[in-house]
């Protein structure tokens, strides 16, 4: 039987098969993907890990932290391969010798949801920059992750675009929860705060009361995912084929289709755009 549980603290299990073009792995029973709480929190693992599994034989262990937790995790060589989704930050991962080669695997995009009430009157702009400024005027409550995770170094990134300085409100209108996409959602929901979150995330949310999207389509909002093997030559201790096996199927043709199938209420919450070999 598979088990498709993926924690936020502690890894755990998504159960084996057999060969992806390559022998059993009897001295790499597992190997451990050093991920992102948005892939967790869509249910994207729980239906693309059994596929890759049944293929390989190979256990998939997530842990599903912030993309900055999951780099540093990778960076003490608590994992085998690193799938987050923060391009510079991973592109300094590789560049410090910790990645092999990283390459892009999905996308999909950032919105501000919120109440219906929409008290700062963002709703149905598609300058997200602007919404911010107008979100801070108004005094309204706005959640962030406060994490360093990949939402969060892009939510901050954006606000460095507007002549706001939300640390300064810290405490005030803007509330850092320092938790997880899911967590922080319900805390938005639970203050009538705005905040950021992927669409995948959004829109496999159950909790969302009379929340609904207002501010979405600007480009600054593209949200890309990256996946990289850990190397070696800073931790001996990576599980070398393995890893790589599941990089290699995940950017094949087959795991691009595997990820493009994966919809939740009929919506597609992921779209491949690994390059093509």
């Given amino acids: 039987m598979l088990r498709t549980t993926v924690t936020a603290a502690l890894p755990m299990a998504f159960v084996a098969g057999l060969a992806f073009g390559a022998p059993a792995f009897a001295d790499e029973p597992f190997i451990t993907v050093q ?5 967790q929190n869509s249910g994207l ?4 890990l059994p596929i890759f599994t049944d293929k390989t034989g190979i256990e998939v262990r997530v842990v599903a932290v912030g993309t900055g937790q999951a780099i540093k995790n990778a960076m003490n060589c608590d994992g085998d391969v690193l799938f987050v989704h923060a391009k510079p930050a991973e592109e300094k991962f590789v560049a410090d010798g910790y990645g092999v080669k990283r390459t892009d695997v999905m996308y999909n ?35 962030s992750r406060g994490d360093d995770s990949g939402t969060n170094k892009a939510e901050l990134a954006l606000w460095k675009q507007t ?3 939300p640390a ?14 899911g967590a922080t959602l319900n805390t938005a929901v639970g203050m009538n705060a705005y905040t950021l979150t992927d669409r995948a995330t959004w829109i496999s949310f159950e909790n969302k009361g009379d929340f609904e999207v207002l501010v979405q389509g600007d480009e ?11 190397n070696p030559e800073k931790c001996p201790s990576v ?26 209420n009929g919506q597609e919450l992921f779209f491949p755009n690994a390059p093509k070999s």
């Fill in 45 to 48: 693992y729980d239906y693309l």
């Fill in 220 to 230: 600054k909002m593209f949200n890309q995912y990256g996946i990289m093997a850990v």
């Fill in 239 to 264: 599980k070398v084929d393995a890893g790589q096996t599941f990089v290699d199927w995940v950017l094949s043709p087959e795991g691009q289709q595997t990820i493009a199938g994966y919809k939740v």
């Fill in 168 to 181: 300064a409100a810290s405490g005030g209108w803007y509330r850092e929860t320092g938790s997880g996409m």
């Fill in 109 to 143: 995009d950032f919105v501000i949801v919120g109440p219906a009430s929409d008290p700062a009157g963002v709703k149905g702009s598609s300058d997200v920059v602007a919404a911010l400024e107008k979100i801070a005027a108004s005094g309204a409550p706005f959640a």
């Fill in 35 to 39: 991920s992102t709480t948005s892939t």
């Fill in 163 to 165: 002549d706001v300085d």
